[in-house]
């Protein structure tokens, strides 16, 4: 096998996936997010497209992998938040209740431009949360860059009622199912 090439700026996707030897190169590609039922076309679509994007960056012959996390409550999608009150506001949905949180990985050969997909599914309990709970998480961590205001790995005791599924989905992507999709190459 060539070249693995991660198509994401990440450090959590790079930390998780230390054992493999990639090349990182950040995805140009500007996600337009105009849809709020969650899919799992929609977020893998938003995967391809990331890896899509470094293709033309590429000099030589590469695995692309592309990847995106959302945090899904019901059927809503909650994506990265706009500023502190957004993210108040999505913690405070989150309060109390069992959200999905889905990590699509796409691979494309950029010689054959073959295709490889998989979505993993992992689910989180909050505990009922605190405006006060809410207000010094987001100033002390500044989730900005996370789907659904938060980063598991940080998040401080009292938040987090019980996890089912993979931990490091929920941190940004499954190495197992990297590693399950990449065989398949």
């Known amino acids: 096998m060539g ?32 849809k709020t039922a969650f899919s799992y076309d929609y977020v893998e679509n938003l995967a391809y497209n990331k890896a899509l994007a470094v293709k ?9 992998v592309g990847a995106d996390t959302v ?17 108040f506001l999505m913690l405070k949905k989150l309060s109390g209740k069992t959200h999905k949180v889905v990590t699509a990985i796409v691979m494309i050969d950029s010689k054959t431009d073959q295709i490889k997909k998989n979505s993993t599914t992992s ?16 100033e002390k961590y500044k989730p900005f860059d996370k789907a659904g205001s938060y980063g598991i790995q940080e998040l ?25 999709l990449l065989a398949k190459f």
Do not use: C, W
Not at 3 to 15: E, F, M, T
Not at 123 to 138: A, C, G, N, R, W
């Open 71 to 87: 945090v899904v409550l019901g059927e809503e999608i909650l994506e990265k938040p706009k500023d502190k009150e957004d993210a």
């Open 123 to 138: 689910k989180v309990t909050f505990e009922t949360l605190t405006d006060q709970m809410i207000m010094d998480y987001i």
């Open 56 to 64: 033309p960056l590429l000099k030589d012959n590469a695995i692309i």
């Open 156 to 180: 401080p005791d009292g938040f987090i009622k019980s996890v089912e599924g993979d931990m490091e989905n929920i941190i940004g992507i499954s190495s197992k199912s990297f590693a399950e």
């Open 3 to 34: 070249k693995i090439v991660l198509a994401s700026s990440s450090p959590r996707r790079a930390a998780i996936l230390k054992d493999y030897k990639l090349e990182i190169i950040p995805s140009p590609y500007v996600e337009k997010h105009t």
